[in-house]
T-cell receptor, first 115, second 117 residues
């Protein structure tokens, strides 16, 4: 059973703080993703990684960075949190291509509020 | 680039009845994959069903089935015998290839389904 966990379900931070969101998957998946979800906008890809120490920008990378030092862990970093980064953050993982469905498996999400 | 459109912001259905959630897509790739996810109020995205563009038959998973009409570029989700626990947001998504053999999912804006007792 695939399991993706995120370090916090709810987080409250102040403007200007450095924020770390952690994601861990236990299925040895190569690919990991960070999305943010906002009402009326659906899910938007921030960053993804298809291998350890590899990272690629998604659709909305500004204001974010990521780190993948180990295969199972993918961290999202808000260098200086701003109020417009208040959102729901979802982490996902998937195996590399070659599997039929190539489904992405999601964590429970982190609701971040920046004051 | 791929695009997913879900035109129903909200849908209501009576318990035990069937409901169809609409999804249309746009892509120029001959090979593609379509997904449906359920997101309860708890927030987790739960994978429901997948349809590949070359699959000969419509996908089914228990009470979920996909009405795939390739010529119309639609991939509607049909939920039979609705249950109160089906109340959630439902997202249609399409696979978009990325470098390195990875992929991202392009999501629609979702449909909020409410099942009434």
């Amino acid at each position: 059973d695939v399991k993706v966990t995120q370090s916090s379900r709810y987080l409250v931070k102040r403007t200007g703080e450095k924020v770390f969101l952690e994601c861990v998957q236990d299925m040895d998946h190569e690919n990991m993703f960070w999305y943010r979800q906002d009402p009326g906008l659906g899910l938007r890809l921030i960053y993804f990684s298809y291998d350890v120490k590899m990272k690629e920008k998604g659709d909305i990378p500004e204001g974010y960075s990521v780190s993948r030092e180990k295969k199972e862990r993918f961290s999202l970093i808000l260098e200086s949190a701003s109020t417009n980064q208040t959102s729901m953050y979802l982490c996902a993982s998937s195996p590399s291509t070659g599997f039929r469905a190539e489904t992405q498996y999601f964590g429970p999400g982190t609701r971040l509020l920046v004051l | 680039a791929q695009k997913i459109t879900q035109t129903q912001p909200g849908m209501f259905v009576q318990e035990k009845e069937a409901v169809t959630l609409d999804c249309t897509y746009d892509t120029s790739d001959p090979s593609y994959g379509l997904f449906w996810y359920k997101q309860p109020s708890s927030g987790e995205m739960i994978f429901l069903i997948y349809q590949g563009s070359y699959d000969q038959q419509n996908a089914t998973e228990g009470r979920y089935s996909l009405n795939f009409q390739k010529a119309r570029k639609s991939a509607n989700l049909v939920i039979s015998a609705s249950q109160l626990g089906d109340s959630a947001m439902y997202f249609c998504a399409m696979r978009e290839p990325l470098q390195g053999g990875s992929e991202k999912l392009v999501f629609g804006k979702g449909t909020k389904l409410t099942v009434n007792p």
